[in-house]
């Protein structure tokens, strides 16, 4: 069983530009979740994906989009970056039947300067 | 809204002594209690869980109570070890929305 995966690791882009992150889930798991960690803050939620479908929004603008693929895999899209947007974003992979055991990936560290 | 409070950001305790870590919350709604360990630049990892109908959960030197009339939840890490040491995050995961809510965690030292 393979646990969550996300890549890349780091990456430091320039305000006004767009990323994209990557996360691939835990075997078996059909439910993603992705949450924004600023330094010494807790995770803040920004969406849940099942079945492809946006299944549930946290308090982000428009510009923070997602995508999830048949393969439970899914995409962080960040447009038009701001430099609070610098954060590490976390991927967490859940069933639909106990999606409140969330099982997180290492993150990605995104720097905007 | 749901808001999470933990008590402290740092604390530091002697090897083999009991942590015990507060977890504060608003706004009560359907849902249930985690708690998690963060180790730097990790994800975080869950430890337990806790459903609104349970008074007490244990897990290994690991216990969390629930008090939905103080509104408040205790994590407890007996024999504590220098491993233990990290931050640890509380979250209140809402059954209607499918999402966790989580405070900005405590930061433990376990000194040897």
């Given at each position: 069983e393979?646990?969550?995966?996300?890549?890349?690791?780091?990456?430091?882009?320039?305000?006004?530009?767009?990323?994209t992150l990557r996360c691939s889930s835990q075997s078996?798991?059909?439910?993603?979740s992705w949450y924004q960690q600023a330094l010494g803050q807790g995770p803040q939620f920004i969406f849940q994906y099942y079945r492809e479908e946006e299944n549930g929004r946290g308090n982000f603008p428009p510009r923070f989009s997602g995508l999830q693929f048949p393969n439970?895999?899914?995409?962080?899209?960040?447009?038009?970056?701001?430099l609070d947007d610098s954060a590490l974003y976390l991927c967490a992979s859940s069933s639909r039947g106990t999606s409140h055991e969330q099982y997180f990936g290492p993150g990605t560290r995104l720097t905007v300067t | 809204s749901q808001k999470i409070e933990q008590n402290s950001e740092a604390l530091n305790i002697q090897e083999g002594k009991t942590a015990?870590?507060?977890?504060?919350?608003?706004?009560?709604?359907?849902?249930?209690?985690?708690?998690?360990?963060?180790?730097?630049?990790?994800?975080?990892?869950?430890l337990l869980l806790i459903r609104e109908n349970e008074k007490e959960k244990r897990k290994e030197r690991l216990k969390v109570t629930f008090d939905t009339t103080l509104k408040q939840s205790l994590f407890?890490?007996?024999?504590?070890?220098?491993?233990?040491?990290?931050?640890?995050?509380?979250?209140?995961?809402?059954?209607?929305?499918?999402?966790?809510?989580?405070?900005?965690?405590?930061?433990?030292?376990?000194?040897?």
């Open positions: 393979t646990g969550v995966t996300q890549s890349p690791t780091h990456l430091i882009k320039t305000r006004g530009q767009q990323v078996g798991h059909n439910t993603v439970y895999s899914s995409e962080l899209n960040v447009n038009a970056l701001e | 015990t870590l507060t977890c504060n919350y608003t706004n009560y709604s359907p849902a249930y209690l985690q708690w998690y360990r963060q180790d730097p630049g990790r994800g975080p990892v869950f407890h890490i007996t024999a504590s070890q220098p491993a233990d040491s990290a931050t640890y995050l509380c979250a209140l995961y809402n059954t209607n929305a499918g999402k966790s809510t989580f405070g900005d965690g405590t930061t433990l030292t376990v000194k040897p």
